[in-house]
């Protein structure tokens, strides 16, 4: 089965219009103002108007009040929540949407109980540990902490890139993949040549 592949941290309209050209599953919008990447309603409302169908939105957010939330759901046509903080299962279930739960992979980082916990979610997103910092880093992390029988969809992230996508589809064979960082010319604008090497790299790599 062909891997997921997403795009995170769009912030202009032509970036997501080349992701979707591409041939990307889905696009991630931050709405968290401390990240480099995130963007306001008003361009995540533009970015979307411009995507062709079937390319999906995740809307990521970090520890965010319900009225923000509710705020950005109000204007934005997202598909998918992505929560990155300490939200719990109750709060990420309370927008009556499909969400993934993003974990901060380290050692002794309990995946099977976090699935348990986040059950509602659609899988576990996996992401490099980096201390204070709630994605976004380019960092990789020991991809043989993650379980292979986990409940859950496993969505892997953290570092990615063109150059290593093969070697990660074969060790990890996770569900979907997610590059922010890594398809990138400068924080948030994205560059088409290393968008379409890593796609390539992820379809290729998970036949």
Known sequence: MAVRVKICGITRVEDGVEAARLGVDAIGL???PKSPRNVSIARAAAIIAALPPFV?????FVDATRE???TV???CALDVLQFHGDESPEFCASFHRPYLKAVRVQAGTDLAAMAKRYAGARGLLTDAF????HGGTGQTFDWSLLAEDLPLPLILSGGLDE???AAALRQVHPAAVDVSSGVESAKGIKDAARMAAFISGARHGSL
């Open 30 to 32: 931050v709405f968290y």
């Open 56 to 60: 999906s939105v995740v809307g990521l």
């Open 68 to 70: 923000w939330v509710d």
């Open 73 to 75: 759901l109000a204007e």
């Open 130 to 133: 980096v201390e204070g910092v």
């Open 163 to 165: 150059h290593n996508i």
